[in-house]
């Protein structure tokens, strides 16, 4: 009896943080990934730490040439795809009457248009393996914050394109899912978080603490995993509880 090929996956913005973590959880269990990003010097660094196992793929998901070309070099090097995680992003906060048109459009080409180009380039990849697709939006997505007029709107509309990508692609065994991270502890986000910003945090968030890349990676695993055959459309926060909360005061709460 010949052995099963190794299912395969594709992550973007794979050259560091959520993406990365989640390359290695998939690679430990099991799958072949490849690391997509438009980051050279980081790719390559990233792609050294899986020792010759990894696919690089550089390119940039907002440049609507890059998607299929991408799909085509991975199907190539692999043979199949199994899975897609469309986590590559760009994070610009600022105050609406700021937001100029160059700027909106620049976090939706690479959040929003990234997106929609990668899955669509995917799909015939995806019949043949009935696979699936996990979309990274963001707890911005599903509550407004200020000054995030651009990020929420480019996250809010994943989670739309998200469950517009179940509905249709569900009749040919194409399942996707969108995670919506709250705040993670990445080198980024402690560069920029003043103290008092992660004590607001820990205060808003039942968990009281920030997650980490890899608690956000297992999500993403288990979604693109044959442990999740049933769920689709589905849009899952992994954010210690802080969407559950709402407008609550944590000045309310008892322990």
């Not at 991408?70 to 760009?90: K, Q, S, W, Y």
């Not at 697709?133 to 007029?149: D, K, M």
């Not at 179940?166 to 103290?195: D, F, S, W």
Request: hydrophobic fraction near 45%.
């Amino acid at each position: 009896m010949a052995d099963t090929p190794a299912k395969v996956a594709l992550i973007t913005g794979a050259a560091r943080g959520i993406g990365l973590a989640t390359a290695h959880l998939m690679a430990a269990d099991g799958w072949r990934v490849a690391l997509l990003d438009r980051d050279e010097d980081a790719l390559k660094e990233a792609a050294a730490q899986f020792d010759g196992a990894a696919l690089s793929l550089l390119h940039d998901v907002s440049d609507p040439q890059a998607a299929p070309q991408a799909i085509r070099e991975c199907v190539t090097h692999f043979g199949r795809l199994d899975a897609l995680v469309n986590n590559a992003g760009v994070a610009d906060f600022g105050p609406i009457e700021e937001t100029d048109f160059a700027r909106w459009r620049r976090v939706m080409e690479t959040n929003l248009d990234g997106v929609f180009l990668m899955s669509q380039a995917a799909i015939p990849a995806l019949k043949e393996t009935k696979g699936a697709i996990v979309n990274i939006a963001s707890i911005s997505g599903l509550r407004a914050s200020t000054l995030r007029v651009a990020y929420g709107t480019s996250k809010s509309a994943v989670i739309q394109l998200t469950q517009q990508q179940a509905a249709e692609l569900g009749e040919y065994g194409i399942r996707a899912n969108a995670v919506c991270p709250g705040p993670v502890r990445t080198k980024l986000a402690m560069a920029v978080h003043t103290q008092d910003i992660i004590d607001a945090y820990h205060d808003a968030i039942p968990l009281n603490r920030y997650g980490s890349e890899r608690e956000i990676g297992e999500v993403i695993a288990f979604l693109c995993s044959p442990k999740a055959s049933y769920v689709t459309g589905q849009i899952i926060a992994a954010d210690g509880g802080f969407q559950s909360t709402g407008v609550g005061l944590p000045a309310l709460r008892t322990l």
